[in-house]
């Protein structure tokens, strides 16, 4: 079953703008990770926050986490065309093994 | 790091076939998870792969219908079976980082059309 809810499910942007994607979860975790997704083929791994993390920096990704709300969000800055793509939260539960449960996604959409 | 290898890319197949999906990773691995991705939908995990053992299904899919292979610690093969075209789906395989065993690897996905 999905753990992860994620909003919005679709978001439209002009490049420059900053894109904010939620996600939010059920359990207790031992991280959060954030996957991106072209055209539904391979997801690529962009960024991993650990339950004890409240933020972290990647690039232009900014990610939080607030494990009070169950909730985590991710900031694409300064966003371009070649962001356009569905992005993915997943969690990798505590007390399990190193499997992963990902949320319904986000297609953030980039407009030149 | 690790390179994903997942053949075929896309299929058109016909309703009660087979088909068989590969997947060779550029490394050896412990685990190996298999996805399934509905159109328009997330990830659902099908089952975990480990060398040597039988595959762990998740609720919701069975050994009848996905039989997995794990011959050794670079290759995996899932096949699905007596399809129909509920089957239509990207099906994907993953990897554990070799170095970190956090972070998931993924193949390019295997787009599957049931007639």
């Known amino acids: 079953s999905q753990q992860g809810e994620e909003d919005p499910q679709a978001l439209s942007i002009q490049e420059g703008e900053n894109a904010t994607m939620n996600c939010s979860y059920k359990t207790s975790i031992n991280n959060l990770q954030w996957y991106r997704q072209n055209s539904g083929r391979g997801l690529v791994h962009l960024i991993l926050i650990r339950s004890n993390e409240r933020e972290k920096h990647s690039g232009r990704l900014r990610v939080t986490l607030d494990t009070s709300k169950k909730s985590s969000s991710l900031l694409i800055t300064a966003s371009r065309a070649a962001d356009t793509a569905s992005y993915f939260c997943a969690t990798a539960l505590s007390g399990g093994y190193n499997k992963l449960i990902f949320g319904a996604g986000t297609r953030l959409a980039v407009h030149p | 790091s690790a390179v994903i290898s997942q053949k075929p890319s896309r299929d058109i197949c016909q309703r009660g076939t087979s088909l068989t999906i590969q997947c060779q990773v550029d490394s050896q691995v412990t685990m190996m998870f298999w996805y399934r991705q509905q159109p328009g939908q997330s990830l659902t995990l099908i089952a975990t792969?480990?060398?040597?053992?039988?595959?762990?299904?998740e609720s919701g899919f069975v050994i009848d219908k996905f039989p997995i292979s794990r011959p050794n610690l670079t290759f995996s093969t899932l096949t699905v079976s007596n399809m129909s075209p509920e089957d239509s789906s990207i099906y994907l395989c993953?990897?554990?980082?070799?170095?970190?065993?956090?972070?998931?690897?993924f193949g390019s996905g295997t787009q599957l059309s049931v007639l």
């Open positions: 993953s990897v554990e980082d070799p170095g970190a065993n956090e972070k998931l690897f």
């Open positions: 792969a480990n060398q040597g053992s039988e595959a762990t299904y």
